[in-house]
């Protein structure tokens, strides 16, 4: 058989489109800062999660992640 196994991927996303890349001083060598501040309501969508995981609330944990990382897609889902 040949074709992609369940997880397998094309090429690898190093950085995301928001980040920043600011050289060090290296050559080739380049740091990626996040490109903006982390949400005000971080501790608490993250208590939230962590609530709506432990009470098995699957849609809500993948609907808060999602809230808190741009251009995440839940596993298995299309990427086209």
Same mark, same amino acid.
Do not use: N, Y
């Given at each position: 058989?040949?074709?992609?196994?369940?997880g397998?991927?094309?090429?690898?996303?190093?950085? %995301?489109?928001d980040e920043?890349?600011?050289?060090?001083?290296? #050559?080739? +060598?380049?740091?990626?800062? &996040? $490109?903006?501040?982390? !949400?005000?309501?971080?501790?608490?969508?993250?208590?939230?999660?962590i609530? %709506?995981?432990?009470s098995?609330?699957?849609?809500?944990?993948? #609907?808060? +992640?999602?809230?808190?990382? &741009? $251009?995440?897609?839940? !596993?298995?889902?299309?990427?086209?």
């Amino acid at each position: 058989l040949t074709g992609l196994r369940d997880g397998e991927k094309l090429h690898e996303e190093l950085i %995301s489109s928001d980040e920043e890349l600011i050289p060090v001083g290296e #050559e080739k +060598i380049l740091l990626a800062r &996040p $490109g903006g501040p982390a !949400p005000r309501d971080i501790e608490q969508k993250i208590e939230a999660m962590i609530a %709506s995981a432990q009470s098995g609330e699957r849609d809500r944990v993948i #609907e808060i +992640i999602s809230s808190l990382i &741009p $251009g995440f897609r839940e !596993p298995g889902s299309c990427t086209s």
